[in-house]
């Protein structure tokens, strides 16, 4: 029995920190067309959508729902917020203070007591995130901002509980107005006004409470008149590490109608960037990277011009300068987008693929998708096997022998991302989420990882190319090759890059001695080959190829063609070409063959090696261009029966009029149009010209009697010309001055009916206007029947 080879792949966290690694694809389906939407919402639990219109209708679309659905049980009311963990467990909130509680479709009409108003109200994931587990314990709320104090309603409770107060927020003297201005599934942002004093003097009246961290914080907004100055939403204490520093630190965001702000919280005054200028701001959400909740962050912002966001994670930026893309290529569609929801699951990880969007026509979805970089990649270290070379990426396998290959994957890998063994691109389905493996088979291998939530897929370290198929033997028999006596030529077969072939040159059947590398130097005549193999037991045999050892002859110049050329004509010359041999025309050109289209002396030198330089050439003529002058128009009359010749010049050997080939120079023409004319010398180099034949008669010529009795002779009555002029008029009248008969055009002809009615034979007068006469013509024409 063969013992496997042993092959270890150690794998090294390496961070990817700067790159674009989040990417947003637009799904083509618009739901609730043309509706304007005010919020969109995702319950953590079944991951229903909850869509709150502007003129408070609530729609739901349940996982399994094609598309969004009216909410029957509050289609009588006005809703003004909702939120909710399940399609089974929804809270709506209508004005001025009354929460509808939805428990598997029962509905409970809840009040607090002694409020008189709620601004807007958020769940509150105590059970999911341990920063807030310090104020009610492990559990779920509801948080109600009303017009003094956040009022707490716990998950299956539905009688409310005492007002909230975070410390270092005073007893209220007057109307805080709290209200929530961002909840996510990580924290919750609150805003309240009082006029008292705080540690931060010179802020204004708004401060602000975020519950993911321990302490109160009191955040200075930019000084600028209303509306700039009011916060329409906030994403606070967002953490991110600080490379300069090292280490966690906060940042604070928050929108107004004039742009995104960001500074830190630490303190009363800090630098604050701008970001956004100009824009109005809705909506603030994060969303993070889909499997490592402690290093991917990234930020998207509502406003009214579209969808921003953070293409590279927060993680690394020492400075307040974040980079916000547009979704330009959604942004047409989406126009003003109101409020971001995400979709949230939990698969060991947080993993958030689906963005929902509440925009002024309908809600839009949008799938998360992360480049390679996007996380903590994994790396190859060591490649290595006890007998072999440990830098030695590619091994070949010979016959039966097996590898074994063992991936050192990280534990806190395993549930995260699924292992994969491909071969030839073709995943191994036996080898799947195994980590130590034993290859039988030959074929290229490579080892993956792929992250669970998002698909994103990583080739780790190098491709481990284990194979034994034939060598692959460049040198080919292209033709025998000719050398000069005291000359050489050199073979030369690939060399992969792992130099793991091995070489034998043959010369007449019996190996040279020493001859071992991939290229080889012959010098005398015979027949050459190499046997090249990739395993010490076997080799292959490349095709033959024979080597001559020649003296120098004159070079013979071959002509394509051997007759006079036409102007514009080629003709080409050539000698046979010669491996090793270099050519000089007379010319300049350097080839064995060259094109002529010039009258000359064409000279050809050969050099080759050490045999010297012979020589030879070859006349070419090259007859003058034919220039045919420019045929001149020419008229005819046709109703006179005109005649023209159209005359060609003298002295050429044929004449083809029309296609019609002769020796006659002169050609007659009967009726107009366009006559073409070829002519060729004795040659047969030709040349072309077209004749324009053009009608007009300039007399006007009516005629004094017709008869229109149909037997085929002067039926019509023609005013000949007229040709030249398309504005002329006739007009006829019978004996009582009645008009009988007009047209217009440069061809009158009458056929002797007035009204499609043949008119009685006699005498009728005509009157003729035309610009080729200086006054109408007047003039009697009968018609005889």
Known sequence: MKLPALITLLLLMVSS??????QLQLDPTAFLPGIEMGKVIVCKDDQSVWALSAAGKVYVKRVTDPNFSLYAPMSTQVVTDLDGYSYDEMYFLTAPATIYYFKNQVSTNMGLSGVTKINNIAIVYGSQNSTLTGYFGNRDWLAAATSTDIH???RNDITGSTPYRPAGVPVPTGNFDWRITNSGFKSIDFQFKHQSTDPCAGATSHQYYNMIGSNYKTTRLPEAPSPNDVVTCTYFEAPFNHLKNGGTTLINFWGTMDGLYAMSPDGCAGDESKLLGGKAIYDIEEIYGMHDVMNDKFVLVATNEGLFYSPSRLFGNQKFDFQFTNLVSANAALGKVLSIATEIKEENDL???????????????????MTSDSFAKPDMLKFYEPSLNPQITIYRMCKDREIRIT?????????????????????????????????KEYGDYEFRLTEICSGASTRIGNIFLLK??????????????NICAGGSTTFTTKKPADNSYNYQWVRNGVDIDNETNNTFKATLPGVYKVKVGNCMETFFESEEVRVNVADMDIPVITRSNNKSLCFGETVNLSIPAVNGATYKWSSGETTSAIDVKKTGNYRVEVKMGTCGVVSEYVNVTVADEIVLDKAPEVKICVMRQDQVKLTAADGYAFYTWNGQRGTD????????????????????CKANTVYVVLSYCPVLAPPNAFSPNGDGTNDLWVVEGLEADPDATIVVYNRFGVQVFSTKGAKPVWDGRSHNVEVPAGVYYYVVTSKNVSKPLKGAVSVIR
């Open 468 to 481: 034994a198929d034939d060598p692959e033997i460049t040198f080919k028999n292209n033709g025998d090759i």
């Open 152 to 154: 707490p309603v716990f």
């Open 665 to 684: 120079s002169v050609f007659t023409a009967t009726q107009p149009g366009q006559y073409t004319l070829e002519i060729e010398d004795l040659n047969g």
């Open 407 to 439: 991936a050192n994957v990280p534990s806190d890998y395993l549930g995260k991302y699924q292992i994969s063994w491909l071969k030839n691109n073709v995943e191994v389905m036996d080898l799947k989420d195994k980590a130590d493996v034993v290859i």
């Open 351 to 369: 993993c958030q693929k689906v963005i929902w969007l509440a925009t002024a026509t309908g809600i839009r979805k949008l799938t998360v998708n």
């Open 17 to 22: 920190i700067g790159f674009s690694q989040l």
